[in-house]
């Protein structure tokens, strides 16, 4: 019984040292983890001796991802609070919610809840009043199940619920652009409804609903929303949702004069939708938000399964259009990212362990093959540019100037 309780305790420790609050450790050190600060170390007492032996830290699916103790000066006193949610699985679905606050040289409990919830879908913070932070929790009871949205203010008698909502994805950006965090929230009910509604803190101390906007409630579902800069001067949201069978489209989102606004709603001439969902990223790091669809190679609309995609990310041109800023060819284990110099109608000629890319005029663009590890022998026309565990990928040297063109998918993430 002592056992997984170490080591989860450990993982959690682990991610603990990783999480960068206040404490940065590089890999190196962790193998010896070193003593931490006494402030660290006595909030990890106070956490340990206040939650339950079998309890076990959890992170957000949202916001501030891959952490699991959150510590800020939410009251502005000069002094951190520290935040953390726990399941106790083996007694209780329900998540609990812990706040400590430093007073007096150490650590302590000032909050202790359940919360109605299964699940921690979301959880970040968010300045409100007089620019102290707002904990933004998002909860959901399960897959495919309603969530909601709870967002509290903390104060001497503990924490208070100034607003609640259901949602299907929070996004926290300043989409107005006026240096102030706001906070848009998208919900979707398949068939009925589906809309975006931008929620600011405002001068009389409530969060105000700026502008509301609806969307199309004829799709599946949202499988990405991502808030950040969408052009070189405009924040926006791209929300990426799965259509039909197998389809995707996606939503750019900005705020302009006022309100919130669906920026290529009634531009048909522009490609927002995909034969499969695609997710939008910076895919060039630029600091920018591209979004993505796959083309047929010219000539090349075979079935769906059979069609070697071709993937295009495009970025809002600020006006009405979508700049090209990258194609890519992705296989199994690697992606090539064609060279800007290639041609448009490039074809792709898939074949057993070997990518043939050539132009119109038939002429060879690039050349991979792969060839498992046990069976691989050196070839004179073909460089290694690749080993995985199964397979040494090689391009032939014809087309090596091209080499930094082709990517382990993994390195890629
Ligand atoms: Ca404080
Ligand atoms: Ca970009």
Redesign the pocket.
């Known amino acids: 019984m002592m056992k997984p309780i170490i080591q989860s305790f450990g993982l959690t420790f682990i991610l603990f040292l990783l999480s960068g609050c206040t404490i940065a450790h590089t890999p190196a050190q962790l193998i010896t983890p070193p003593a931490l600060p006494k402030q660290d170390q006595q909030l990890w007492n106070a956490i340990q001796s206040d939650i339950p032996e079998s309890a076990q830290l959890i992170s957000p699916r949202g916001g501030l991802r891959d952490q699991t103790i959150f510590q800020e000066?939410?009251?502005?006193?000069?002094?951190?609070?520290a935040v953390i949610f726990y399941t106790e699985q083996s007694f209780s679905p329900y998540i609990h919610f812990a706040i400590y606050?430093y007073t007096e040289d150490d650590w302590n409990s000032m909050v202790h809840k359940q919360l109605e919830g299964y699940e921690l879908d979301y959880f970040n913070f968010m300045p409100t009043d007089a620019n102290k932070l707002s904990l933004v929790v998002g909860l959901a009871q399960g897959e495919g199940q309603t969530k909601q949205l709870h967002m509290y203010n903390m104060n001497q008698e503990g924490k208070k619920e100034i607003f609640s909502t259901h949602y299907s994805n929070i996004l926290l950006d300043d989409l107005t652009q006026d240096g102030v965090t706001d906070m848009t929230i998208i919900t979707l009910d398949r068939l009925n409804s589906a809309q975006a509604a931008l929620y600011q803190w405002n001068d009389s101390k409530s969060v105000e609903k700026l502008s509301e906007l609806s969307l199309d409630p004829y799709v599946n579902g949202y499988i990405n929303a991502i808030a950040g800069k969408v052009s070189k001067n405009k924040r926006g949201i791209w929300l990426d949702a799965q259509v039909g069978a197998h389809s995707g489209t996606s939503y750019l989102l900005t705020y302009e004069e006022g309100h919130l606004l669906n920026v290529f709603e009634d531009l048909n001439h522009i490609q927002t939708t995909s034969p499969y969902p695609m997710e939008s990223k910076d895919i060039n790091g630029d600091g920018i938000i591209e979004m993505g669809y796959k083309i047929a190679p010219h000539g090349q609309e075979y079935a769906m399964v059979d069609t070697p995609w071709i993937d295009v990310y495009g970025q809002w041109d600020g006006d009405n259009g979508l700049i090209e800023v990258q194609r890519s060819y992705f296989q199994g284990e690697f992606i090539i990212v064609f060279p800007s110099l290639w041609p448009e109608d490039v074809t792709i000629l898939e074949e057993d362990k070997s990518v043939t890319i050539h132009n119109q005029d038939q002429h060879t663009l690039m050349e991979i093959i792969w060839t498992p590890k046990e069976r691989w022998e050196e070839k004179e026309q073909y460089e290694i540019v690749a080993k995985t565990t199964d397979y040494i990928y090689e391009m032939n040297r014809d087309y090596i100037q091209h080499k930094d063109h082709f990517k382990l998918w993994m390195e890629t993430l």
Do not use: A, P, T, Y
Not at 73 to 81: A, I, N, P, W
């Open positions: 000066d939410l009251d502005l006193d000069g002094s951190d609070e606050d």
